[in-house]
């Protein structure tokens, strides 16, 4: 059963998938807390300037205090923004990791039901594992500082969309509704 390699990866996968996010999300979270926070000083004081008829201590504001308040303000929330960017990261990484566990699952079993050459069905089953890997396993690599893993990153999704095709065209041609033997 050539299938089987990829019901084996896909659930193997899906345990590292689903325990590396929360640990992604755990390290990254905290900046987000504390930009969060760090935010409240410098736009709670442009909201008391504005409630306040733009004065501050009973006296009006000079402009260039109330640009640097608000470039203050500005800076606080461009913080928060970059920091929950690099929250969505690790989450979207997540996400694919088990998608292409579960896409692995599913190919392996359909595979198992398809009579078509072995060479072919090999081929077929490795393209799912290695655009899992290139695609989600380097994204998870890139998340943890590896650069270089972005460079074999392109090569993922267009080996699962071959991997698609291929198994398309096998199920086409070779679905016989009952288990196979190889």
């Known amino acids: 059963m050539i299938g089987k390699k990829n019901i084996a990866f896909g659930f193997l996968y899906l345990v590292l998938t689903a325990a590396l996010g929360p640990?992604?999300?755990?390290?990254?979270?905290?900046?987000?807390?504390?930009?969060?926070?760090?935010k409240q000083a410098p736009l709670g004081r442009l909201q008391d300037i504005q409630t306040n008829q733009y004065e501050e201590n009973m006296e009006k504001v000079p402009a260039d205090t109330l640009a640097k308040a608000n470039t203050d303000g500005i800076l606080a929330l461009n913080n928060v923004f970059n920091a929950s960017a690099q929250l969505n990261s690790p989450r979207s990484v997540h996400a694919h990791g088990n998608l292409e566990s579960v896409l692995n699952v599913i190919a392996g079993l359909v595979l198992c039901f398809i009579a078509i050459g072995r060479v072919y069905k090999q081929i077929i089953s490795g393209l799912f594992i290695l655009g899992a890997l290139l695609h989600s396993g380097m994204l998870y690599l890139a998340n943890f500082g590896q650069a270089w893993a972005y460079k074999l990153l392109v090569f993922g999704p267009w080996l699962l969309l071959l991997a698609f095709l291929s198994l398309g065209i096998a199920a086409?041609?070779?679905?016989?509704?009952?288990i196979v033997q190889d």
């Open 172 to 178: 086409a041609i070779g679905f016989k509704g009952e």
């Open 23 to 38: 640990y992604m999300v755990a390290n990254v979270f905290p900046g987000v807390e504390k930009s969060t926070a760090a």
